[in-house]
């Protein structure tokens, strides 16, 4: 048992890599390009390069969950630009790049890159026609805020932006990724896929996370790299902390006994920062606790650009909690 168990990891260590490798050469090269298109914004417009990720990173999330928004078979930009407003509307050339008659017909598609054609396959000119698209006041935060609700018309698109760009300028690079399993993977703890099932206080619903059940006390963990979106009182979920990632969750902790007391709105939070501690508050006004045996209540939510809904979060418990205990033991 112990020789096909030690084969295993053999085989596990040695594949592994490979396979990751090229990905992860893909991925780096990928990161290279869109960081220069984002630098290029920059030196445009005095806007840093950190809101042109964010930007970016927004509406490639948003487009992955939207069938009415159409894959971009060319280029790295995720930034949509709708082929009637690029060509001007009567244009009866669909994705025209001949200036003349984008002109013409009002269109707002531009030549980035001076090769003569304005091409929304190509990123740069891409870039540019967003960019003439914008209102600038000027490149500080609050300007910026507001350059992205006249453009995006919703105060839930500035504030994810926001907080985007919060994450790209923490860490000051594209590559960011991990995960950790919401409790100290010593902790004693249990849970099971409960999604969906019938919950009666606060109007009918249903349960929209997993519940894992443990001690008093025992600490919570940012389950990725994100920003704290809200920490506070609501009446179901009793003190609860939101996190927003990059990847288009927002991760939702509910029945805290308490908070970190460093964790504060607006702060940049990494795999495992401790943000609260397990308790039973909720059901009730502030400060109501003990109505339910304690447990954390963990939800995901993921955003299309006009609404939100959850998924089950218990895949990915259940593969954050092996990868922390592969971690732990290789450590
Ligand atoms: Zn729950």
Redesign the pocket.
Known sequence: MKKIIVLFCMVVIFITPSFAGAEEIDQAKLDLERMSLYKKGEALTFIPWYYFAAIDTYERNVRSVRNDIPKRENGVLSIYIKPEDWSGLVNPVKEDSYLPTIHLFGGIGMDGNNDGKASIQDDEDLLFAFIHRLHFYGPSRQYIRMMLWDYYQRAITVDIIDEYARIYQYFGKLNITGNAFPLPIRSEHSYRSTWGAPRSFGGRRV?E?T?IFANYGTPVRATCYGVIETKGWNRIGGWRIGIRDLNNNYHYYAHLGGFNKEILKGQVVEPGTIIGYVGSTGYGPPGTSGKFPPHL?YGIYKDNGYSEWSFDPFPRLRLWERQDRIARRSS
Request: proline share 0%; net charge negative; aromatic share 0%.
């Open positions: 349960h996370g519940d209540h």
